[in-house]
């Protein structure tokens, strides 16, 4: 396990496994894992990829759903595709973000966000 997860989330790995799973079968690109652990009282990490267009972002999104609700994991994300670069899900324990190239590097998580530990989805 890797040693940004206690023990006491494992099920979080697990699902975060699953997740980058769905991303990966669909060829998502550059996937980042941010977590932050007990420094965020919203989510515990989330999860970046890149998809190359509009319609790639949308089957990204619909892959992940599909594997999330086959694995009884919650989301609260009820809104459709809507092109414009950014799709977010919300699996409450972890936050999916699918970003354009164009977009990824105009909202620039990583950096905003450069204080929570990054993970790489092969330690999962």
Same mark, same amino acid.
């Given at each position: ?17 699953? =997740? ?7 060829? =998502? ?29 949308? =089957? ?30 919300? =699996? ?33």
């Amino acid at each position: 396990m890797s040693k940004a997860f206690p023990e006491e989330k494992a099920e979080l790995r697990k699902n975060l496994h699953l =997740a980058c799973e769905a991303l990966l079968d669909k060829k =998502a690109e550059d996937l980042k894992l941010l977590y932050f652990g007990d420094n965020s009282p919203l989510t515990d990490c989330f999860l970046i990829a890149t998809g190359t267009s509009d319609p790639h972002l949308k =089957a990204l999104r619909n892959n992940l759903e599909t594997v999330l609700r086959e694995n009884k994991i919650e989301t609260l994300s009820k809104d459709r595709f809507h092109p414009g670069g950014w799709l977010i899900l919300d =699996a409450i324990d972890f936050v999916v973000h699918l970003f354009s190239k164009e977009q990824r590097e105009n909202y620039a998580l990583e950096q905003l966000w450069k204080d929570a530990e990054q993970i790489n989805p092969d330690d999962l």
